[in-house]
């Protein structure tokens, strides 16, 4: 089971820091962030392999979105710079049984329920 937290509403340029609770021991699973805006489908934000070793972007977060992860903790996190209202979605994390599962949804076995994001202009 997974759950994500720490949405919100921000003034764009802010900041806010998702995290993504595991139950379950997922050290061994790839783990990513996906959102999904109001009237639009859903889409890749980021991933990370079981190790945190490589990390996926989608370009429109590149340079200001980082995924990180704590195994130890069957955690990962995602922490948003310069947000712009683009931003705004439901964002849910993603569990897959390969060490490495990149972009495609179809490779995560595992979702958990959302957490809202609101950047304002």
């Known amino acids: 089971q997974l759950q994500a937290s720490g949405g919100g509403l921000v003034q764009a340029g802010g900041s806010l820091r998702l995290s993504c609770a595991a139950s379950?021991?997922?050290?061994?699973?790839?783990m990513g962030w996906f959102r999904q805006a109001p009237g639009k489908e859903r889409e890749f934000v980021a991933s990370?392999?079981?190790?945190?070793?490589?990390?996926y972007y989608a370009d429109s977060v590149k340079g200001r979105f980082t995924i990180s992860r704590d195994n130890a903790k069957n955690a990962v996190y995602l922490q948003m710079n310069s947000l712009n209202p683009e931003d705004t979605a439901i964002y849910s994390c993603?569990?897959?049984?390969?060490?490495?599962?990149?972009?495609?949804?179809?490779?995560?076995?595992?979702w958990g329920h959302g957490t809202l994001v609101t950047v304002s202009s």
């Open positions: 379950g021991r997922t050290f061994s699973y790839a």
């Open positions: 990370i392999t079981w190790n945190g070793g490589i990390t």
């Open positions: 993603a569990a897959s049984r390969k060490p490495v599962a990149g972009r495609e949804a179809n490779n995560y076995n595992y």
